[in-house]
């Protein structure tokens, strides 16, 4: 069987524009599964924006749901 592709290392909130790391892919949590957002934010966010959001961003976002 082959090796899945290599996922990138780095990406690009397209919220704010910053470069994070991404652990989406990885054997650990990422980081972003600390932060708790309501079903209706989360649903929003996944309409307006494609891919991940920066932990800032997403740390900013629950504190001002």
Do not use: N, W
Not at 52 to 57: G, P, S, V
Request: proline share 9%; glycine share 6%.
């Amino acid at each position: 069987m082959p090796d899945p592709a290599p996922q990138p290392l780095d990406a690009t909130c397209p919220r704010c524009g910053a470069v994070f790391h991404c652990g989406m892919h990885e054997d650990r949590p990422c980081a972003c599964t600390t932060v708790t957002l309501g079903a209706e934010r989360l649903a929003a966010l996944q309409r307006e924006f494609d891919g991940c959001l920066c932990i800032a961003c997403l740390r900013a976002l629950a504190k001002s749901s």
